[in-house]
């Protein structure tokens, strides 16, 4: 935010109000309704991502049974374009061009000036790999045209390759994570996590290459979070641990480099651990600072009930920055499936879906979040996100400007708007942070 203007949202987005102060913008919220995404309406819509560029326009890509495009075998991956003040950019838009068979779990990424990246997995490809799942990616420039042709991601073809996670630098230069059921490195055990790198124009950086180190077990679902000059993260769940967790599954971590050399080893990213450790996700900011969430069962925090929300934010240099903490205060039932966002100035947003809400949501599952500052305070308290509360509402997920806008994309069973047919795709968004001029931690000398 920092001395810029603050737009104001449509009708259907948080209302947003700026007040000039001497020093900084002071940001209000004001919850609004939710918005539906998808335009196509036959049968479900669901597991949406979502991303923003450094202006706030963004991206929401997702899964749909069905196409208004050329895809009517069965899933297929849509997307719509936004502009920072809330209004549509084009029409939804299939992304796949190989339509055979299923495609499903889309990702998304954009760089600074709105350019990205989708990447999914397919059964079958166009390209090598006809075994059974592979990733695949498609580029776009910020105007929605296609750059280049839909590309396999993965090189290693044995088995099934799946759940695919993309993060993109300023300049464009991205790499993919995902889950192989094979392994081009020295995984023979069971499912591994795999990569590759790319240069902005789309051109392969080296080979594939294997992320995890320890091989016992399946490591699955992967993350993955990159600075401004390309340095990243990857974050998984593992069945055991090199580290002190020997009890069920764990978090596990590794940085890299720009380059893709990684930066010192594997690591053990839970401190808690109890019984199981597991869906992952993270966000960098753009000096290389990150945050961890997952979903545990069982806290060191006040949620001994089922599933909590925890966290672990850690400096650029791979250091812990305080404790693991819980995220979530309403603790009754389950809180599931969390996904995190950081804007460059290192403030952060979680959001998940809880069963049972402290809101007004007391149907089945709702959209929650969390806002935290650079320094790990959390900023109010938990909200319930979701304002159509009929059914369920589930896998958010959340993106973030550089200078803090975040828009919250889930999955909706019906929808306030014309998609009464099954799943459909809801996105609201708001400020990461409501101070920007040191008054949060008391200090008025500002006003």
Request: proline share 2%.
């Amino acid at each position: 935010m920092g001395g810029g203007s603050s737009s104001v949202l449509s009708k259907g987005f948080s209302v947003l109000i700026a007040l000039w102060l001497a020093q900084g913008v002071y940001i209000a919220a004001a919850s609004a309704d939710d918005v539906q995404v998808n335009t196509y309406t036959t049968d479900g819509q669901k597991l949406p991502s979502v991303s923003l560029d450094d202006d706030g326009d963004f991206v929401v890509v997702w899964q749909s049974s069905g196409s208004a495009g050329t895809d009517s075998s069965t899933d297929s991956i849509q997307a719509q374009l936004y502009a920072s003040d809330g209004s549509t950019t084009g029409v939804e838009f299939q992304v796949n061009i190989w339509t055979t068979d299923a495609q499903r779990r889309p990702a998304v990424a954009l760089d600074t000036d709105g350019d990205f990246v989708v990447v999914w997995e397919s059964l079958g490809s166009a390209g090598s790999d006809s075994s059974s799942f592979s990733i695949q990616g498609q580029r776009y420039a910020s105007d929605g045209s296609a750059a280049g042709d839909e590309i396999q991601v993965n090189t290693t073809t044995t088995d099934a390759q799946r759940l695919p996670a993309v993060a993109m630098d300023d300049d464009g230069d991205f790499v993919v994570v995902w889950d192989s059921q094979s392994s081009s490195g020295s995984d023979s055990s069971s499912y591994s996590v795999q990569g590759q790198r790319y240069a902005s124009d789309g051109s392969a950086v080296a080979t594939e290459f294997q992320i995890n180190t320890y091989t016992t077990g399946a490591q699955r679902l992967p993350a993955v979070a990159m600075d401004g000059n390309g340095d990243f993260v990857v974050v998984w769940q593992s069945p055991g641990s090199a580290g002190t967790d020997a009890s069920s599954y764990s978090i596990q971590g590794q940085r890299y480099a720009s380059d893709g050399s990684a930066v010192a080893a594997e690591f053990q990213i839970n401190t808690y651990t109890t019984s199981a450790q597991a869906f992952p996700a993270v966000a960098m900011s753009a000096d290389g600072h990150f945050a961890v969430v997952w979903q545990s069962f069982g806290s060191t925090g006040t949620d001994t009930d089922s599933g909590s929300i925890q966290g672990q934010r850690y400096a650029s240099d791979g250091s812990a920055a305080g404790g693991e903490f819980q995220v979530n205060t309403f603790t009754t039932n389950t809180q599931d499936a969390p996904a995190v966002a950081m804007d460059a100035g290192g403030n952060v947003v979680v959001v998940w879906h809880s069963l049972g809400s402290a809101g007004t949501d007391s149907s089945t599952f709702s959209v929650h979040r969390q806002r935290y500052t650079a320094n790990g305070s959390a900023l109010g308290g938990e909200l319930q996100v979701n304002t159509y509360t009929t059914d369920a509402q589930r896998y958010p997920s959340v993106g973030a400007s550089a200078d803090g806008l975040f828009v919250v994309a889930w999955q909706s069973l019906g929808s306030a708007g014309t998609d009464t047919s099954v799943y459909s795709v809801q996105q609201t968004s708001g400020e990461i942070v409501l101070f920007t001029d040191g008054c949060e931690s008391g200090d008025t000398t500002a006003w």
